[in-house]
């Protein structure tokens, strides 16, 4: 067995492949618009919805870019108030619903779950097409709406001002939302499915990769939670429409009513975004260390306890609402437990480097860079669950850098490893080393420079969606702006050697990282079928040679 | 925190404290965490000589210690934190009572003896301070750094927050939750006199406005009410309102329930949504008529009818 040591690159230290005539693979068996458009084949529809979010992406990241620049200076001076809760608004919609829920499952998933458990396909292909068609309908409306029409209700909608006082487009855009929220729930229904129902032979579900557990455990999350924001987003549009007294207490309606419904999906949604990431990284740190994923039972267990758990903890956004003494301290518990099942997973991915074959390419550093955001994002969490500290730091600065460390350091870190580890199996490609490492190195620099001042901001005092501040912040707000800057960098990056491999990148072999796992023993990219002979399974997930 | 934030409530060392906790705790997982990864990812690093036999893929040992460790290292935390957010949710009987009614996009204050001031509070060190907060229009959070405290204003809905400043000076006050377009405008100071200092500010505001208590006097009056809720007898055709605010009132429906100023408050606009035992549900509402500072007003006004053998 060819040992890789650190520092060299993969494509370096094997032999080129030897010349051949390419495989059909799902790549090249037909060229047409139609073809792509009107596929049933998960590994096309994969690539569609990666085209899909990599576009939402970048209008979200546009308008946090904006935000950036404006907050460069106390003042409100580059944009007016009303345009800054315009784009406030829109990145927190784009990147949440249209972005970070669709984008490991989506992409990822849609793309490795067949191929993980040996099968030619979804449960239900042409469901997984249309998830897509209605993904970006929901999403291109929306975002028409959120353009064009205007809307700066926050992506939370809090009523009584969404529903009664804000003049913007709000129905227009809620509707969109909900759109999006089927393709979400086609999704997750073909995942169940599908896991439930095609396995290959000898595959049985405590030998399963334990990314496809944590995509389970996601899709019941989506199934369960996704239907109640429906409901609650069109109470909103009742009330505004015709006047029916929900939220709003000039009409005898609850406001209160509105943050329980609304933080039921939408804790349990925050869990939607990080269970998929976490399944990558499992991949990703067992296969670069070459070694079995260290307590496979545990990891397993925990993501179905954060899906769990992750349903009983809503009220933490409302310890300063006017919730009840009791409520607030039952969901203060229960959020310090919830951390428990999360930490069980990083003690876990830590002790699977003891002993291992550790190299540190592109998808691993990312994966480590995961472990260290996720960690700093999930302690802060500790912070927030804390009563006495959440009342200070509540609706502050604090809380915005913790979760962006939680949706975007460890969420898009684990995308974009994801992205890296399985580009040559999607591509057949292999991506130029230096770059990725480099860019990675530059995101987890930059990601830190630009969300830790807003720790101390918040501490210090500043509330979340202000556009214009106090002096005093100002040193910290230059610094997160800067850091804003390195980290758009070191997402365009990948952007341009991503694709530019895809044409001028080396042939990659089949089993590059000379990984476990399905997916590595069929051809790069897969043929259609995915699978010419459908596979046996007789040892267990990661099953490296000791 | 040096200038930039200040320990001036009672509150606020408590929540530093907890902090100084949580990064210890907190530091103590990222040390041991980054530590143990940077260590295993050299020294195991691929084609290093490390030796790797008998490596362990799972340990109930482990995986239970690492549940349960961290478990006894939070719950302390959270019984400590709960204290203190049961401490700062009870309002001391002593405390000032200050009334804020918040709009977009401005702070409305009134004294206990009528005095108003707008995104501006006075208020006396040393002293317990409570506010009792509604809002005109849509949520607002009334939050003050330097206190460290924060609370949500409601339209509808009253809530209410304490402090007892510890520090003389004058401290900015923030909106909270996003209100609209001028949200980050929303701004505010409190100004924390000394009690003699504070009674002197008091004496030389404009003395013309009534306590809240006599405004709502009168607007018993004007308004009808007196016609009735009588004051010296339960013969009117509403309940007597005398004692009636902190008593447990039984409702026709069997329900008992405390008679809070949210009570008092759904009682005048919504008179039929609590109909008190043996009483009609002929009272007209009064929704619209009344402004929200009416409203503190008239509640201020039942809340100082008291019993007379009671102390108050």
New interface residues.
């Given amino acids: 067995m060819s040992e890789i040591t650190v520092g060299q690159t993969p494509q370096e230290e094997r032999p080129s492949p030897p010349p051949q005539t390419r495989a059909p693979s799902y790549l090249n068996d037909s060229y047409s618009a139609r073809s792509w458009l009107l596929t049933t084949d998960h590994k096309r529809i994969a690539i569609l919805y990666v085209l899909g979010i990599t576009f939402f992406f970048a209008i979200g990241g546009i308008a946090a870019t904006t935000m950036r620049l404006e907050l460069l200076t106390p003042a409100g001076d580059l944009v007016q108030a009303e345009t800054y809760n315009k784009l406030f608004t829109i990145h927190g919609v784009v990147m949440v619903w249209f972005f970070l829920i669709p984008s490991i499952p989506a992409t990822l998933g849609n793309f490795l779950i067949p191929l993980m458990i040996g099968a030619d396909d979804l449960a239900f292909p042409r469901l997984n097409l249309a998830s897509w068609y209605v993904y970006m309908f929901g999403g291109l409306f929306t975002l028409g709406a959120a353009v064009f029409g205007g809307v700066d209700t926050g992506w939370t909608f809090y009523t009584p001002y969404s529903s009664v006082y804000a003049n913007s487009s709000v129905i227009l855009t809620v509707v969109g939302v909900i759109v999006v929220g089927f393709s979400t729930i086609f999704t997750a229904v073909n995942f169940i499915v599908t896991i439930h129902r095609k396995r290959a032979p000898g595959l049985t579900w405590f030998r399963l990769p334990l990314f496809v557990w944590s995509h389970y455990a996601t899709s019941i999350i989506m199934v369960l939670a996704t239907p109640v924001l429906t409901i609650t987003l069109l109470l909103i549009a009742v009330e505004r429409i015709f006047g029916v007294g929900v939220f709003d207490p000039a009409l005898g309606g609850d406001p209160l009513l509105f943050q329980h419904l609304f933080w039921f999906y939408s804790h349990p949604a925050v869990y939607i975004m990080i269970l998929p990431g976490m399944g990558v990284v499992s991949e990703l740190v067992s296969a670069f260390a070459h070694k079995r994923v260290f307590g496979y039972t545990f990891v397993a267990m925990a993501s179905i306890a954060i899906a769990v758990l992750g349903f009983l903890v809503w009220g933490h956004h409302m310890f300063v609402s006017g919730q009840s003494l009791y409520a607030s301290m039952i969901f203060s518990i229960l959020s310090f437990l919830v951390a428990i099942p999360s930490a069980v997973k990083v003690f876990n991915w830590t002790a699977t480097l003891y002993k291992g074959r550790i190299s540190l390419d592109t998808p691993m550093l990312y994966a480590l860079g995961f472990i260290g955001l996720f960690t700093l994002g999930g302690l802060t969490g500790l912070y927030v669950a804390t009563l006495a500290v959440d009342v200070h730091v509540h609706d502050s600065y604090f809380v915005v850098a913790h979760f962006h460390y939680i949706m975007v350091g460890a969420t898009v870190m684990a995308y974009l490893g994801g992205v890296h580890y399985w580009w040559p199996k999607i591509t057949g490609r292999l991506y130029p080393e230096g770059w990725a490492r480099f860019s990675a190195v530059l995101i987890f620099a930059g990601f830190n420079l630009t969300f830790f001042p807003q720790f101390l901001l918040g501490y210090l005092g500043m509330p979340r969606r202000y556009y214009a501040y106090a002096p005093e912040f100002q040193v910290l707000n230059v610094m997160s702006t800067a850091g804003a800057s390195i980290l758009a960098l070191g997402y365009i990056f990948p952007l341009i050697y991503l694709l530019w491999s895809t044409r001028y990148g080396k042939s990659a072999p089949d089993n590059p990282w000379e990984a476990k796992g399905l997916e590595w023993t069929t051809s790069s990219p897969p043929p259609r079928e995915n699978f010419y002979e459908t596979p046996v399974v007789t040892e267990e997930a990661y099953a490296y040679d000791a | ?1 040096g ?3 200040s320990q001036a409530s009672t ?1 606020a060392s ?2 530093d404290l ?2 100084l906790v ?1 990064l210890a ?2 530091g103590f ?2 040390v041991l ?2 530590g ?2 940077i260590f ?2 050299v020294r ?4 290093s000589d ?3 036999s008998h ?5 109930l040992r ?2 239970i210690a ?2 349960v460790i ?2 006894l290292m ?2 302390p ?2 019984v400590w ?2 204290a ?3 401490d ?2 009870r309002i001391p009987a002593d405390a000032l009572e200050i009334h804020v009614v918040a709009q ?1 996009w401005m702070w409305k204050m009134e004294h206990p003896d009528g005095q108003r001031e707008i995104d501006q509070l006075h208020v006396p060190m040393g002293q317990p301070v409570k506010l009792l907060m509604i809002s005109q ?3 607002h ?1 009334f ?1 003050v ?2 206190f ?5 204003v ?4 009253y ?1 209410t927050l304490w402090f007892e400043a510890t520090e003389e000076g004058t401290f ?1 006050l ?12 929303m701004l505010g100071e409190i100004v924390v006199l000394k009690p003699t200092d504070y009674q002197q500010w008091l004496a030389g505001q404009d003395s013309g406005a009534a306590s809240p208590a006599a405004q709502g006097e009168q607007l018993f009056t004007d308004l009808g009410c007196s016609s009735c809720h009588r004051l010296d007898d339960d013969l009117g055709r509403g309940p007597s309102l005398v004692g009636v605010f902190g008593s447990e009132v039984r409702l026709a429906n069997g329900a008992v329930v405390l008679a809070d100023e949210s009570y008092l408050r759904e009682s005048i606009l ?1 008179p039929g949504a609590k109909i008190v035992a043996t009483y009609q549900d002929i009272m007209p509402t009064f929704e619209g008529q009344v402004s929200e500072e009416e409203l503190i007003s008239l509640i201020s006004y039942i809340q100082s009818l008291q019993d007379e053998e009671e102390p108050r």
């Fill in positions: 925190m200038n930039l934030l509150l408590k929540v907890m902090l949580l705790l907190s997982f990222v965490i980054s143990l990864i295993f990812a195991y690093r691929r084609g490390a030796d790797r490596a362990p893929n799972t340990s482990l995986e690492w549940t961290p478990l939070g719950l935390i959270f934190s709960a203190a957010y049961f700062y949710q977009q229009d849509v949520i959070s939050w750094p330097d460290r405290i924060k609370q949500d409601l339209p509808g809905r809530t900015p923030r909106c909270a939750e996003y209100c609209g377009t001028e949200h980050s405008r919504r």
